[in-house]
């Protein structure tokens, strides 16, 4: 089943003599359950991507479809309403408040909009087990490691049981045994809550935990990569794409003039 149809999204910023095609007739599709990287060079239009799913930011043309309903036809409210039920954001700025402990952290979206699920208890034991924090749910921010953080990030994520994850990278900060263990538990809440991820991410080792890579460039779709075989292999597929892409080589959208 289709989770999310990216159909024809162009935005422009600026105008007249000083506009940038941040995206630029976009199109791909992403099947639920699927957990989807997205990369490709600086300014290639990642983040802005990411914005127009999360209704933060409007295309100038085009759409973006999840769960079969155009994201352009909402309503202010109904777009508050889509982020906070259907959507989990994992940023790699933290975001935690810092005089909340672990536990109301995690908790916070639930309290947003009352009256307050009947199983919030429950649902913060069951994320907390997933995530590895089950131990630390009273400490405050301050007192966990960057890893440990960006789990509790997305431990808040999951509370809502969203149907789609956003993750802008979300390993951007951590050293590489805490982004390994952070990718192993979105990978297992991927599996067992079985929730669609879509992370942007300019790391091949990142990207390697994900089942499928779409690399934009210039605002448009340039190629993928999926995952058959082992972590290494994929992981070797992506480089090679990243330096076809870096490269401009045999991809190229337009013939050089020359
Ligand atoms: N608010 C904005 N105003 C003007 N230009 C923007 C804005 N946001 C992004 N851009 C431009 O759009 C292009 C794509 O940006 P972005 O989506 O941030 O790329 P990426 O995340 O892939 O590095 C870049 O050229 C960037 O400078
Ligand atoms: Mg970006």
Redesign the pocket.
């Known amino acids: 089943m289709r989770v999310v149809k990216v159909d024809h999204l162009t935005k422009i ?2 105008h007249r003599f000083n506009r ?1 095609a ?1 995206l630029n007739d976009l199109n791909f599709q992403v099947d639920a359950g699927e957990f989807v990287g997205i990369m ?10 990411l914005n127009m799913i999360a209704t933060l930011d409007t295309p100038t043309l085009g759409d973006v479809w999840v769960a079969g309903q155009a994201l352009s036809t909402l309503t202010d409210s109904e777009a508050a309403q889509y982020r906070r039920e259907q959507l989990g954001f994992i940023f790699q700025t933290f975001n935690l408040l810092p005089d909340l402990t672990v536990a109301d952290n995690i908790t916070l979206p639930l309290t947003f909009v009352p009256p307050r699920p009947t199983d919030m208890a429950a649902r913060l034991a069951h994320v907390a087990e997933v995530l590895g924090l089950s131990s630390l749910l009273t400490r405050y921010p301050d007192q966990l490691s960057l890893g440990q953080r960006q789990r509790v990030t997305a431990a808040r994520a999951m509370i809502t049981r969203p149907s789609l994850i956003l993750a802008d990278e979300p390993t951007g900060s951590l050293d590489s045994m805490a982004a390994t263990e952070l990718l192993q538990y979105l990978t297992k809440l991927n599996l067992a809550e079985d929730v669609t991820i879509m992370m ?1 991410t300019h790391d091949a080792f990142t990207a390697s935990f994900c089942n499928r890579i779409i690399f934009i460039r210039d ?1 448009a779709y340039f190629a993928e990569v999926t995952r058959h075989g082992t972590r290494q292999e994929f992981f070797d597929r992506i480089i090679d794409m990243e330096a076809t892409i870096n490269g401009g080589g045999r991809r190229r959208a337009t013939t050089p003039r020359d």
């Open positions: 910023y600026g940038v941040a490709g060079p600086s300014g290639a239009g990642k983040s802005t991507l942007v605002g």
